[in-house]
Nanobody, 116 residues
Framework: VQVVESGGGLVQPGGSLRLSCAAS????????MGWFRQAPGKQRELVAR???????YYTDSVKGRFTISRDTAKNTVYLQMNSLKPEDTAVYYC???????????WGQGTQVSVSS
């Protein structure tokens, strides 16, 4: 049972990236899923959450710029990130959520760097 993040990279301010979180060993669509990020020297924070049922959540700093979605057939969750800012620079992780708590140990994540 695991999730694997991918899709990060270096992008200029104002650019876009799409992150992917591929799940194996469980059905992603039957669980609440979240994207987190951790910037250097800062605590890991929940960026977006897509529940099994109910309302999608975004932290205030990404509202209107990021979109979380899932593809049931591919058992994958995505994070579309537009209008990226330098302050979005971080390692991004996905995880299953039990309430607001991550279920699994953290994986390697995917690095997102926003710089000119």
């Amino acid at each position: 049972v695991q999730v694997v993040e991918s899709g990060g990279g270096l992008v200029q301010p104002g650019g876009s990236l799409r992150l992917s979180c591929a799940a194996s060993g469980f059905t992603l669509s039957r669980n609440d899923m979240g994207w987190f990020r951790q910037a250097p020297g800062k605590q890991r924070e929940l960026v977006a959450r897509i529940p099994y049922a109910g309302r999608i959540y975004y932290t205030d700093s990404v509202k209107g710029r990021f979109t979380i979605s899932r593809d049931t057939a591919k058992n994958t969750v995505y994070l579309q990130m537009n209008s990226l800012k330098p302050e979005d620079t971080a390692v991004y992780y996905c995880n299953v959520l039990d309430g607001l708590r991550p279920r699994f140990d953290w994986g390697q994540g995917t690095q997102v760097s926003v710089s000119s």
